[in-house]
């Protein structure tokens, strides 16, 4: 899994006008909206998901 993956649309407004913010790993701002927001990663859920099952 990569450690770089970009957001493709902003989760406030859903434009995708995004670059980098200057915060460090993983924030983002939105030209659209003038927010700023960090994203991140946070674990595997233990369960995961099998083979076959439904929801």
Do not use: V
Not at 21 to 45: I, K, M, T
């Amino acid at each position: 899994m990569s450690g770089r993956a970009a957001p493709f649309f902003c989760p406030y407004c859903g434009d995708e006008d995004l670059r980098p913010h200057e915060a460090g790993h993983g924030a983002w701002e939105c030209g659209a909206c003038n927010r700023a927001f960090r994203l991140s990663f946070l674990g595997l859920l233990a369960k995961g998901l099998t083979t076959g099952e439904r929801p």
